[in-house]
């Protein structure tokens, strides 16, 4: 996929309300006193500079999952195989900014929380059809049991090692020609390291005369068999009409495959007042199941990884990617997704229910999705950096696995609970604690960069509540940079918010919610029976930040904090804004590494054990 960085918009627009905080100490039986102390800072510059390892780095995530050091993007081809999850990645080694010469990384796991690095999988052929990248794609299972890669392989137009160019009828006019391509795992290697790559495309070019806007990220939504074809999605998009999925199907994985044209019946609605891209990267459709349905599905996959059969009755959730965007206010492309069935094999998009926003955030974007052992809908994706590329090590992390779910007619998001393996000491639980309109409470026990948080939220009479982060980075008077980041859901317009005050009063924890600042977040839809309370998850991983409502909804952010010392106040501090808040069933604790291997591990000036 060619994600060149996108521009940064403008992400400043005002609020109307005003948010003044004054921080509190409690009463509460269940809560320690804490004094607040005023943090020390650090100049910019020496956290932007010469990056070379972890160990410099206050910001760089540690449970999610990243190359040791260089640039990631999209995940690719996850798979639950003989006992391990594996998921492959786009990287690139030895920059931290997107280049031409992409290669699959792969991180392997036996449980969803503990992963380890493992070799590239596969690499850029010099002349080759994949001579300027390997890009997104998929794995499956061949229906002899061979784990199988398909992906996107690309030679840029002026690579003249490559061999002529295709005929005019098929050529798309682009900077790269685009193909799908194959690679296929060693017998006997149970560890999904050592793949053989096809020299020729089994798809060597689009179909002929149609002006599409681009060609690539195969997924795989159905598995041949007896008397039965595969199926796969293509992303692409027709010229001066918008985004599109092309559906080809083959009886043999390995060849025969034939365009059947798009798979999408219909029109769909608009979403609001923007168009929906002109060309939709990264498909997925996965059957979407209630909680208590998941295990013995019909639509779950069988020995061979995959999905079995597309069923008409089944209910599918089709993801896409839209490239490029027109949304203000967002430095990303958002993530569209429906949810409907499949008629006579094609998707039907003019009565499906959508499109609505994967996440509310403004850093996640080309998810994948893969079934696992227990029949769920597990994604991952992409969580973008918004700081300037270039300056450190590393670039992008992969998101924490999302188990996806049907329930009361709607998408539901909930992180997966294997996550909970990773919390350690300190941690801090209470039963309940009032935050007074205008006013904050600090979080105890718990500081540091690492951590997760569940609480419930009761409205009370506020009109917003949530969590205030703090940052210890150095903010000079001519600076318009975060140094905080407030988690919100607004109970008056229904939405989870995160804004980023650039004026922060240290010592009382105030912000003036009233001036220009970046601001992100959607509609969330509670039920009668949840209309006066939530349930949020947090999970805080350094500078990757993702939340969770128990409604269903999603966010990811990133929120650049800087180094944490143990001498400091905790950073997070319960607000409450025009009434009062009550916040109970509250458990805040830290998080240790995903990494298993000794020298995987991430060096940290500060280490959760460290607290005692």
């Keep these: ?264 019946k219909g029109q769909s609605k608009p979403f609001g007042k923007h168009d929906l891209g002109a060309m939709w990267e990264c498909p997925f459709l996965t059957p979407l199941q209630e909680p208590s349905n998941a295990l013995g599905s019909s639509a779950a996959p069988g020995s061979n990884g995959g999905p079995q059969r597309l069923r008409e009755e089944q209910v599918y959730m089709m993801c896409v990617s839209p490239y490029p965007h027109h949304l203000k206010h967002r430095l990303t492309n958002p993530c569209l997704y429906w949810l409907g069935y499949i008629q006579q094999e094609l998707f039907q998009i003019a009565q499906a229910d959508g499109p609505h926003l994967l996440d509310l955030g403004d850093v996640l974007y080309a998810p994948n999705c893969f079934q696992d052992a227990q029949g769920r809908s597990i994604m991952l994706a992409w969580l973008q950096e918004l700081r300037q590329g270039g300056a450190f090590d590393y670039a992008g992390c992969i998101s924490l696995p999302r188990v996806l779910s049907y329930q009361n007619g709607r998408l539901h998001q909930q992180a997966a609970p294997e996550l909970r393996a990773l919390q350690q000491e300190p941690s801090w639980r209470a039963s309940e604690l009032q935050v007074p309109s205008g006013q904050s409470v600090a979080v105890q026990h718990v500081r540091g960069p690492s951590w997760f948080a569940e609480f419930t939220l009761r409205r009370g009479d506020a009109a917003v509540s949530g969590l205030l982060l703090r940052s210890w980075l150095y903010e000079g008077p001519e600076e318009s940079q975060a140094c905080a980041a407030a988690l919100l859901v607004d109970w008056t317009a229904s939405q989870l918010q995160v804004v980023f005050p650039t004026e922060l009063d240290e010592q009382n924890m105030t912000f003036d919610a009233s001036l220009d600042m970046k601001h992100i977040g959607g509609p969330i839809i509670l039920g009668e029976a949840q209309q006066q309370q939530v349930t949020v998850q947090v999970y805080v991983d350094h500078s990757a930040v993702e939340v969770f409502l128990s409604s269903g909804e999603a966010l990811a952010t990133r929120v650049y904090r800087g180094a944490v010392t143990p001498d400091e106040d905790p950073g997070m501090f319960f607000i409450s804004h025009q009434g009062s808040t009550t916040v109970s069933n509250i458990h805040v604790s830290a998080m240790g590494s995903i990494w298993t291997q000794v020298g995987d591990q991430p060096a940290k000036a500060f280490e959760p054990a460290d607290r005692q």
């Design 1 to 264: 996929m060619p994600h060149l960085p996108h521009p940064r918009l403008s992400t400043s627009v005002p609020l109307q309300q005003q948010i003044r905080h004054t921080t509190r100490e409690v009463g509460n039986p269940h809560i320690r006193r804490s004094s607040i102390a005023k943090g020390s800072k650090l100049p910019r510059a020496s956290m932007a500079s010469n990056r070379s390892s972890w160990t410099l780095d206050a910001d760089k995530p540690w449970y999610h999952i990243m190359p040791r050091s260089g640039w990631l993007n999209d995940p690719n081809g996850p798979i639950y195989y003989q006992g391990r999850y594996h998921v492959y990645y786009q990287h690139i080694e030895g920059t931290s900014q997107w280049d031409w010469r992409m290669t699959w990384g792969h991180a392997s796991s036996p449980d969803l929380v503990h992963w380890k690095h493992e070799p590239i999988a596969i690499n850029p052929t010099k002349g080759g059809c994949d001579a300027s990248g390997c890009w997104s794609g998929t794995t499956v299972l061949d229906t002899d049991g061979t784990p199988t890669m398909i992906y996107t392989g690309v030679r840029r137009r002026d690579n003249t090692d490559c061999g002529p160019l295709p005929h005019a009828a098929v050529d798309l006019g682009l900077d790269m020609i685009e193909c799908q391509m194959m690679a296929r795992c060693q017998e006997g290697d149970t560890d999904l390291i050592r793949w053989h790559k096809q020299e020729q495309p089994i798809i060597p070019h689009p179909p002929d005369n149609i002006k599409l806007t681009g060609f690539r990220d195969p997924y795989i939504i159905q598995t041949g068999g007896p008397h039965q074809k595969w199926k796969m999605l293509l992303g692409s998009g027709i010229e001066g009409k918008g985004g599109t999925l092309l559906l080809y199907e083959a009886p043999d994985l390995t060849s025969g495959w034939q365009c059947k044209g798009s798979f999408i």
